[in-house]
């Protein structure tokens, strides 16, 4: 059972992948084609230092607001048994879609991947 469920993973993961590198590539497409006026909307990736240590990733167009509501308890149902928690880190991406994908990225990294990305800073 446990051999399906990892094969289930890595399938679904490689397929949100492919999902993310569409929605990126579409994205560009657009922007250059001229359908959508002016730059994309910034987006911010966040990573989140929960009172446990844990680390929980996202993504929000404005990040204090977004914070504000994990900490209210109306965010991630994984931070609401974990609150407070604190901003340590944030990464400005250039669209929805790029954020989602840097997202994804991170989210593949280890706690201690997260933890050396945390450590250099935003890039």
């Not at 289930?8 to 657009?30: F, I, Q």
């Not at 250059?32 to 929960?50: N, Q």
């Not at 994984?78 to 400005?92: A, D, F, N, S």
């Amino acid at each position: 059972m446990a051999c399906c469920l990892a094969v289930r993973k890595k399938r679904d993961t490689a397929r949100y992948t492919r999902m993310l590198k569409g929605m990126v590539a579409l994205e560009t497409d657009c922007q250059a084609a001229g359908l959508v006026e002016g730059p994309a909307e910034p987006w911010t990736v966040y990573i989140l230092r929960c009172a446990d240590g844990s680390l929980y990733t996202g993504i929000a167009k404005d990040v204090g607001k977004r914070v504000a509501q994990h900490n209210a308890g109306k965010g991630a149902r994984y931070t609401r048994t974990r609150l407070p928690v604190v901003v340590i880190y944030t990464e400005p991406c250039a669209g929805r879609a790029r954020a989602l994908s840097r997202e994804h990225a991170i989210k593949q990294l280890g706690h201690e991947g997260k933890e050396r990305l945390v450590a250099r800073g935003a890039p």
